[in-house]
């Protein structure tokens, strides 16, 4: 554990609030690593998807029901694209609504 923490340190890691216990204020390092990582696997998952979706499709044949899935998994691959486009213009259109100059960002205040 020792030798975890002082390689963390050498590499410039620190606890901001020095030896204090972590605070409410951290909250907002944790939801932003939390939503960029969902993120990220939310896109390569659609990556996944369609690579997935084209390859059955190409492969599909003449085969009508192989072609159907084929489909159905490009189907779900653009609907949650769409979704993810959705979801960020939702929260753009909340922040000119409601005048908050930026929804994306979680900040706790004190």
Not at 12 to 32: K, M, R
Request: hydrophobic fraction near 55%.
């Amino acid at each position: 554990m020792f030798v975890v923490m002082n390689n963390l340190l050498a590499q410039g890691w620190s606890n901001p609030s020095g030896n204090n216990p972590a605070q409410l204020s951290d909250l907002e390092v944790v939801f932003a690593s939390v939503v960029k990582y969902a993120l990220g696997f939310a896109a390569i998952a659609l990556f996944v998807m369609f690579t997935v979706g084209g390859f059955k499709y190409i492969t599909a044949g003449s085969d009508p029901k192989a072609m159907e899935a084929a489909k159905k998994t490009l189907t779900y691959a653009i609907g949650g694209v769409v979704l993810l486009a959705l979801a960020f213009l939702i929260l753009k259109l909340l922040s000119v609504i409601t005048n908050i100059p930026d929804l994306t960002t979680f900040t706790i205040r004190q």
